[in-house]
């Protein structure tokens, strides 16, 4: 997994004591309430805790550590102190980009930057060896994993215990390799060519390093016990278990077209029929007593304009982490790693916002509360009422029951607890959590209970966890003065369902009768089917020029970059179809050109623009996309091996539609209402010049076929 822009926080010059404000606010150091007496009889207790057989935790929540990526905007650098504040017991250092080393290298620089902010939040890091593309950009080798151990546990004695091999392998025969991405990373990729490479990895690894650990298989969903195509689980274990020390998976239970309140407030039964199934293969392949770990998990594994009643960024989210977590420790698992620290709001798949406010997400006051109100002796709790999920513990020095409380109700819970188990009961106290929301409850053996909760109203004023009364409702929340934290449900959602109204065109040529010079004065084709063009750039960089070709049916383009020293590297040329209606190509397979000239060292690909990728900022009539291009923006496909592959072999290029991915909110192209296509140049810093590429190119005879 892996991904993306900013929120804002609570912080500037004043920010630190506002964090200090929000952060002691949910500490055991705050200043408690003062505990009122229940007017009348003493409440029913609708939610009992039994203290009669308690239990060590053996789980700990652990994070993930993205987006360092400088392509992407590096959202990781300033986050350490609220990291450090929610006790994450490992930090994962992977998904695809440190696989595949793209679009930036994960190299002995980042790996000294990784190391000091794990020592600095406090965190034991898991580093993931690349199986795709290893850090100078060629084929991964089990060298080029032990070489890794040896920087990191040799040259610098860094003492990195826990490494796992590769990133999500049941996905590589189908996930776009890094030149073409068209392509699959490794075609006909199986459980048994893993083990082979595990078997390889390790014994380089540990000739290194024979204190290591190993973690994985680090799959992505193929652990569906009976399924001959979707279990690898079963054979990896078969083959090579014995070399796993943690048993890991992923888990994201919906896709964020999915991700409802109704659907996350079941999910923890499926949650625990999933593991139940997990666990079965392991004791059917003899590894039963292995720990088993989620090193990656959401509420989805991908964003939506739309923002849902659970969607990431949101409460609802927040109250699906805490009752995963919750569900996690029950089932006793290692550690379960939520992706992960910081990126763009239009994702929010970070529990942080984005630079230079880095305003936490809902998700992080759902950590905040597990690491400051639950302890390491895990309670059963024997009732709760319908609609309320509860998770109990005992604190360090065992003198108070801590509880977790999650209310997916959208009315108000009077919640009455009773801790049993004891010479002598504890009070029972009242608490009335409201809709939606999740509480801290502490439960003290002697003396007044106190709690903590975090909802809406928390949210919209950018706040933490406000105090909770026995008996009534939360303090006043004040505004904290830097806007709301997270997403708004219902933002992006167009009413109704938007269609684009839908032209076809009287033949499949697009590049003919060609006119006009200039990124904005080219045209192509006659009334009234006719494309106009556009230039564009990453902030920083020119944007590439263009001609038409003498016969006019083409493109004469030349674009580049000069040395990186960071930033995006990105820029286009594109065709728009000059009408106010989408155009329906469905009865064509792809866009065919004739390719020449050189590329200079850059990446190309083409990009095909519809109207639910469309950003309705850019174009209202068409626009799909509630906002704007820094969160709406098509698919595409790298053809960078067949334009390199074109001066030798036929300069015929031919991209089909179901090559295009990547496409926000919709990551695949619906050829029912396409709008325009372009030409995107891409560079990294790993270019041999420093980044400097210079493509001066030509497409000719753009098609339909």
């Given at each position: 997994m892996n991904l993306f822009s900013s929120s804002r926080l609570m912080l500037s010059v004043v920010g630190g004591l506002l964090l200090w404000s929000t952060l002691a606010a949910c500490s055991d150091n705050a200043r408690q309430p003062v505990a009122s007496p229940d007017a009348g009889p003493a409440a029913v207790p609708n939610v009992l805790i039994s203290a009669a057989t308690p239990r060590p935790r053996t789980t700990s929540w652990s994070i993930n550590y993205w987006q360092w990526a400088p392509t992407y905007g590096d959202y990781v650098p300033g986050t350490e102190t609220l990291v450090a504040a929610v006790t994450p017991s490992f930090i994962r250092v992977g998904g695809y980009n440190n696989d595949a080393n793209t679009p930036d290298r994960f190299d002995e620089q980042q790996m000294d930057v990784l190391v000091a902010y794990a020592n600095a939040i406090g965190a034991e890091p898991i580093m993931q060896v690349p199986v795709l593309l290893d850090a100078a950009g060629n084929p991964a080798t089990a060298e080029s994993a032990a070489a890794m151990v040896r920087y990191l546990n040799v040259t610098n004695s860094y003492g990195i215990k826990y490494f796992a091999i590769?990133?999500?392998?049941?996905?590589?025969?189908?996930?776009?390799?890094?030149?073409?991405?068209?392509?699959?990373?490794?075609?006909?990729?199986?459980?048994?060519?893993?083990?082979?490479?595990?078997?390889s990895f390790v014994a380089?690894?540990?000739?290194?390093?024979?204190?290591?650990?190993?973690?994985?298989?680090?799959?992505?969903?193929?652990?569906?016990?009976?399924?001959?195509?979707?279990?690898?689980?079963?054979?990896?274990?078969?083959?090579?278990?014995?070399?796993?020390?943690?048993?890991?998976?992923?888990?994201?239970?919906?896709?964020?077209?999915?991700?409802?309140?109704?659907?996350?407030?079941?999910?923890?039964?499926?949650?625990?029929?999933?593991?139940?199934?997990?666990?079965?293969?392991?004791?059917?392949?003899?590894?039963?007593?292995?720990?088993?770990?989620?090193?990656?998990?959401?509420?989805?594994?991908?964003?939506?304009?739309?923002?849902?009643?659970?969607?990431?960024?949101?409460?609802?989210?927040?109250?699906?982490?805490?009752?995963?977590?919750?569900?996690?420790?029950?089932?006793?698992?290692?550690?379960?790693?939520?992706?992960?620290?910081?990126?763009?709001?239009?994702?929010?798949?970070?529990?942080?916002?984005?630079?230079?406010?880095?305003?936490?997400?809902?998700?992080?006051?759902?950590?905040?509360?597990?690491?400051?109100?639950?302890?390491?002796t895990l309670l059963?709790?024997?009732?709760?009422?319908?609609?309320?999920?509860?998770?109990?513990?005992?604190?360090?020095?065992?003198?108070?029951?801590?509880?977790?409380?999650?209310?997916?109700?959208?009315?108000?819970?009077?919640?009455?607890?009773?801790?049993?188990?004891?010479?002598?009961?504890?009070?029972?106290?009242?608490?009335?959590?409201?809709?939606?929301?999740?509480?801290?409850?502490?439960?003290?053996?002697?003396?007044?209970?106190?709690?903590?909760?975090?909802?809406?109203?928390?949210?919209?004023?950018g706040l933490g966890p406000a105090s909770l009364v026995p008996g009534a409702g939360p303090?006043?929340?004040?505004?904290?003065?830097?806007?709301?934290?997270?997403?708004?449900?219902?933002?992006?959602?167009?009413?109704?369902?938007?269609?684009?109204?839908?032209?076809?065109?009287?033949?499949?040529?697009?590049?003919?009768?060609?006119?006009?010079?200039?990124?904005?004065?080219?045209?192509?084709?006659?009334?009234?089917?006719?494309?106009?063009?556009?230039?564009?750039?990453?902030?920083?960089?020119?944007?590439?020029?263009?001609?038409?070709?003498?016969?006019?049916?083409?493109?004469?383009?030349?674009?580049?970059?000069?040395?990186?020293?960071?930033?995006?590297?990105?820029?286009?040329?594109?065709?728009?179809?000059?009408?106010?209606s989408c155009i329906d190509v469905s009865s064509y397979t792809g866009v065919q050109f004739d390719f020449s000239g050189t590329l200079g060292g850059c990446s190309i690909l083409l990009g095909l623009t519809y109207s639910r990728d469309l950003a309705s900022a850019d174009d209202p009539a068409r626009g799909g996309c509630v906002g704007t291009s820094a969160s709406c923006y098509n698919p595409a496909a790298d053809f960078t091996a067949a334009a390199l592959a074109a001066t030798l072999d036929s300069p015929t290029i031919r991209v089909p539609f179901t090559a295009m991915t990547g496409g926000m909110p919709i990551s695949t192209f619906d050829p029912k209402y396409m709008v325009g296509l372009q030409w995107q140049l891409s560079t990294t810093l790993a270019n041999p010049d420093g980044g400097s590429c210079l493509a001066q190119f030509t497409v000719e005879n753009v098609k339909l076929y």
């Amino acid at each position: 997994m892996n991904l993306f822009s900013s929120s804002r926080l609570m912080l500037s010059v004043v920010g630190g004591l506002l964090l200090w404000s929000t952060l002691a606010a949910c500490s055991d150091n705050a200043r408690q309430p003062v505990a009122s007496p229940d007017a009348g009889p003493a409440a029913v207790p609708n939610v009992l805790i039994s203290a009669a057989t308690p239990r060590p935790r053996t789980t700990s929540w652990s994070i993930n550590y993205w987006q360092w990526a400088p392509t992407y905007g590096d959202y990781v650098p300033g986050t350490e102190t609220l990291v450090a504040a929610v006790t994450p017991s490992f930090i994962r250092v992977g998904g695809y980009n440190n696989d595949a080393n793209t679009p930036d290298r994960f190299d002995e620089q980042q790996m000294d930057v990784l190391v000091a902010y794990a020592n600095a939040i406090g965190a034991e890091p898991i580093m993931q060896v690349p199986v795709l593309l290893d850090a100078a950009g060629n084929p991964a080798t089990a060298e080029s994993a032990a070489a890794m151990v040896r920087y990191l546990n040799v040259t610098n004695s860094y003492g990195i215990k826990y490494f796992a091999i590769g990133n999500e392998p049941d996905l590589y025969s189908s996930q776009g390799l890094p030149a073409d991405a068209s392509q699959p990373a490794i075609p006909g990729y199986g459980p048994a060519d893993y083990c082979a490479t595990v078997q390889s990895f390790v014994a380089a690894m540990k000739a290194v390093d024979p204190a290591i650990l190993i973690v994985g298989p680090d799959l992505s969903w193929k652990y569906q016990a009976g399924s001959a195509s979707n279990d690898w689980l079963t054979p990896i274990m078969q083959a090579c278990g014995d070399l796993f020390d943690i048993v890991s998976i992923h888990r994201y239970p919906f896709s964020a077209t999915k991700a409802t309140l109704s659907s996350a407030a079941l999910d923890a039964t499926k949650y625990r029929q999933t593991i139940a199934s997990v666990r079965a293969i392991l004791e059917a392949t003899g590894y039963g007593q292995k720990p088993l770990a989620l090193t990656e998990m959401n509420v989805a594994y991908d964003a939506n304009t739309c923002v849902l009643d659970a969607s990431t960024g949101t409460v609802g989210s927040a109250l699906w982490l805490a009752d995963s977590l919750g569900t996690s420790m029950q089932l006793g698992l290692w550690t379960s790693a939520l992706w992960a620290i910081a990126d763009v709001d239009s994702w929010s798949l970070g529990f942080i916002g984005g630079p230079p406010a880095h305003q936490p997400r809902p998700e992080y006051y759902a950590y905040l509360l597990y690491a400051q109100h639950f302890g390491p002796t895990l309670l059963d709790v024997t009732s709760y009422p319908s609609g309320v999920s509860v998770y109990a513990s005992r604190n360090v020095s065992d003198t108070a029951s801590e509880i977790i409380a999650v209310n997916w109700n959208s009315s108000p819970a009077p919640l009455t607890f009773q801790v049993t188990g004891f010479p002598s009961l504890p009070t029972s106290p009242t608490f009335n959590l409201p809709g939606i929301s999740l509480a801290a409850i502490e439960i003290a053996d002697s003396g007044a209970s106190t709690a903590w909760v975090y909802g809406e109203a928390q949210r919209v004023a950018g706040l933490g966890p406000a105090s909770l009364v026995p008996g009534a409702g939360p303090l006043a929340v004040p505004d904290a003065g830097a806007g709301s934290a997270g997403r708004t449900v219902g933002t992006g959602c167009q009413a109704g369902s938007f269609t684009c109204p839908q032209n076809t065109l009287p033949g499949p040529n697009i590049t003919s009768n060609g006119a006009g010079t200039g990124p904005d004065h080219i045209t192509f084709g006659t009334a009234p089917n006719t494309w106009g063009s556009y230039a564009y750039a990453a902030p920083g960089q020119a944007s590439p020029t263009a001609t038409v070709t003498p016969d006019g049916n083409g493109l004469s383009i030349v674009g580049g970059f000069g040395p990186l020293t960071g930033g995006n590297s990105w820029d286009g040329f594109g065709l728009y179809y000059n009408s106010t209606s989408c155009i329906d190509v469905s009865s064509y397979t792809g866009v065919q050109f004739d390719f020449s000239g050189t590329l200079g060292g850059c990446s190309i690909l083409l990009g095909l623009t519809y109207s639910r990728d469309l950003a309705s900022a850019d174009d209202p009539a068409r626009g799909g996309c509630v906002g704007t291009s820094a969160s709406c923006y098509n698919p595409a496909a790298d053809f960078t091996a067949a334009a390199l592959a074109a001066t030798l072999d036929s300069p015929t290029i031919r991209v089909p539609f179901t090559a295009m991915t990547g496409g926000m909110p919709i990551s695949t192209f619906d050829p029912k209402y396409m709008v325009g296509l372009q030409w995107q140049l891409s560079t990294t810093l790993a270019n041999p010049d420093g980044g400097s590429c210079l493509a001066q190119f030509t497409v000719e005879n753009v098609k339909l076929y």
